[in-house]
């Protein structure tokens, strides 16, 4: 992948005008919350899975807290790569 990152442009795209000047949620940003929602309902399965309780699930996902973060944001950039590379 290259250096240069993009956002995507809007997740949710107006008319022009419309937006009073605030452009919302970028397309990186609404990847990335989709990716973090399949990885953190994966965390907790896994976790449940262990036997053990939806608060000690959920501690172990907040200590991990920036790592899922930043790959969710890499599974972003990554979509948004391969959607680049498909118009080309």
Known sequence: ???IRSDGGPAFPVLYGQTNGLDG???RDWFAGQALAG???ELVRLALEDGVSQEVAAARIGEGAVGVAAV???LADTML???AAGDQ
Do not use: K, N, T
């Open 1 to 3: 992948m290259s250096a």
């Open 25 to 27: 949620m970028s397309l």
């Open 39 to 41: 990885i953190s309902a």
């Open 72 to 74: 969710a944001y890499s």
């Open 81 to 83: 790569y391969v959607r």
